[in-house]
């Protein structure tokens, strides 16, 4: 089965599948290194503490309710999804145009690779409270945090992309006069879009780790923000509800940005056309 339809199918199991293989992991490594129950919580526990309404002691904090529960984790990630779209949004876009400015002008890669390399060297999670520092604990923050994960690999994966049309395509805007704009819009950006596509869903799941990761250092506002509190709190079980949530959304995403790459490559991909 090809196509967008088939696509769905695909994602709907690779959903599945993540979602069993995750749930057997993380009940075996319980098992297998003798967590302490206090500090290991179970996929059972995080059952409860989303919708068991008489979980048993220290599952969750006898004045939260499991509908409360749930109303503050659904709270928490419409936050995050929003500063991981900006991150997201903003990443690509920069992307998009220090690539094309890459084919455009050969100075401008050979002047900016340096420092980008510069930048990816530095581990996020060290980068993260500098920028925090500079901007304060403010939306531009986190959205900076989310643009850099996912600005590197979407630029790579995007140049690659440009520089993938054919010599043959190439030629024929060349001897009917066309410069390198015309080039890059007429024939590479075209050539490109299988590999936009993939730095796409390979961002995705990259800008809810950035936006988790600045919310997290800087302790107020969303999924990371809400772990921090719960961890101060010694909420070990909200810790493990929310991370486990945190990754299911992620992996859903990725599965959604599969099934959409299927359907624009389908209508305006090299096959377009060309599949059932």
Known sequence: MTGPGGASVRAIGVVVVSLVVLLVVWWAG?????IDPLVGKTPADVWNFFFNDHPRLG?????????QARSE???????TLGD???????????????????VLVDAFEFAFMPIAMLLRSVPLVAMAPLILLIFGHTKVAITLVGTIVVLFPALI?????????????????????GGRL?????????????????????????????????EWISGFSGFGGLIVTAHGLGHSTEVWALAFVGV??????????????????????PDAGRRA
Do not use: C, H
């Open 84 to 102: 991981a779209a900006l991150g997201f949004v903003v990443g690509m876009v920069v992307a998009l145009v220090i690539a094309s400015l890459f």
């Open 182 to 214: 015309s080039t890059l819009l007429r024939v590479q950006i075209p050539s490109a879009l299988p590999n936009v596509m993939a730095a796409v869903r390979i961002s995705v799941p990259g800008a809810m780790v950035g936006a988790m990761l600045a």
């Open 157 to 177: 994966n995007i140049v690659l992309g440009l520089r993938s049309a054919t010599p043959e395509a190439l030629d024929v805007i060349r001897v009917n006069g």
């Open 30 to 34: 319980l098992k297998l290194f003798a």
């Open 248 to 269: 299911v959304v992620s992996i859903v995403l990725y599965a959604v940005v599969t099934v959409v790459e299927s359907a624009v490559l389908a209508a305006w991909g």
């Open 59 to 67: 599952v969750r904090p006898q004045a939260m309710t499991a509908g």
């Open 73 to 79: 984790a659904l709270g928490a990630l419409w936050t």
